[in-house]
Every structure is written in C-alpha cells, then in structure tokens.
C-alpha cells in the first residue's frame, strides 16, 4: 500500500512557483526549490518527476490561481460595462507595483520567453493559458457598448491586441517602470484600443 503524500501539494506548488517566478528555471536551484516547499528530495521526485515536471505543475498551478482570477474579472457580470472590467485588469499591474513592490512579472510571460521555445510541452501549455485570456478578454468586449456590436473575428482580433498589451504592461513591471509610468502606458494603449 502506498504511503499517503506528507505535505499539502497546493502548499507545496505556491511555494515551487514563487521560486521559479523569482529565479527562471535555469536559476531555480533544487535546493532553493527543495527549501522553499519544505520537502525531501524523493518527495519532490515522487510527487513530480524531476524539476521540470515541478515546473510544469507550478505553471498549472498559476493557471488555476491567477489567470483564473484575471479571467474571473473580465467575465465578472457584476461590473456591467466590459471596458470597466479591462480597466481594472490593467490598472491591477501598476497597483501591485506601487502597493505591493512586485516586480516579478507575469510567470506566464516569464515562462513563454524562458522555456516555451525549448520545451514543446511547456509551450502547449502557455498558448492554452494566453488562449484562456484571450477568452476572457472576448467576453469583456461582448460586455462593452464600444465592442458588442463587432463581427466574432474583430472580437478575437481585438481581444488578442489586449492581451498583448496586458503582457507587454507585465513585462514593464518586471523591467523597473515606476507605476506612475505603467499607469501612464496603460492609459495610452487603453486609448488606442478605445477601450478608455
């Protein structure tokens, strides 16, 4: 009979993830993995495999957190007016740098530029996470009196340069932009897009 799993693997993942956002993968060392999760060596290779299929959960277990919390606002039927909610979104960025001090990025953009290009399953699973956004974005826009009347394809089209920007604006917190310069390129590229 197996032995039951000794650690909460929820617990676990968070703190696995918050190595890698900090560190990259290649500067995640299984050490710092092992200490932050608090876990022995063989737990981490029974419960994973190795310290890619670590990296792999954490990523799933981003999606589960915060992508599904960002995809949550953008669908959320409580704030009327989609643009409102792509707003928030946005705004969301500079407030975690200026209130919080984070400047970590996104752990899905960090992971697209540090291992998708290597590592076809990692990829598979970042453009389905993206898709999920785009998603969201979508039905945002449906919500919005300035978009609900465009053609599906305009929709995606539209939906896709958000998500682009929405990164781009993450990868700015992550490059040291003060938030008061975040703010200032979300209020430009909302302008453009004429969601703001």
Not at 41 to 54: I, M, N, Q, V
Not at 71 to 84: M, Q
Not at 121 to 128: D, Y
Request: include cysteine; proline fraction near 2%.
């Amino acid at each position: 009979m197996a032995r039951p799993r000794e650690f909460d693997l929820d617990v676990a993942l968070e703190q696995a993830m918050d190595v890698f956002w900090e560190k990259g993968f290649e500067g995640a060392g299984l050490n710092d993995l092992l200490g932050a999760m608090q876990i022995a060596r063989g737990s981490l290779y029974k419960a994973f495999g190795d310290k890619r299929g670590l990296f792999i959960e954490a990523l799933k277990y981003y999606d589960k957190t915060c992508i599904t919390a960002s995809v949550e606002l953008l669908r959320n039927d409580a704030i009327p007016d989609g643009t409102v909610r792509i707003v928030r979104l946005m705004e969301n960025i500079s407030l975690a740098v200026e209130v919080h001090g984070d400047r970590r990025g996104c752990f899905l953009c960090n992971s697209v530029v540090d291992q998708a290009p290597h590592d076809k399953e990692i990829e598979v699973e970042c453009q389905r996470m993206m898709g999920r956004m785009e998603r969201g974005f979508v039905v945002a826009l449906k919500a919005s009196t300035n978009f609900k009347h465009l053609s599906s394809n305009k929709l995606i089209e539209n939906a896709r340069n958000l998500n682009v920007t929405y990164n781009g604006l993450r990868v700015m917190a992550k490059a040291g932009y003060l938030a008061s310069e975040i703010r200032k390129a979300i209020h430009t590229a909302l302008q453009e897009a004429k969601v703001a």
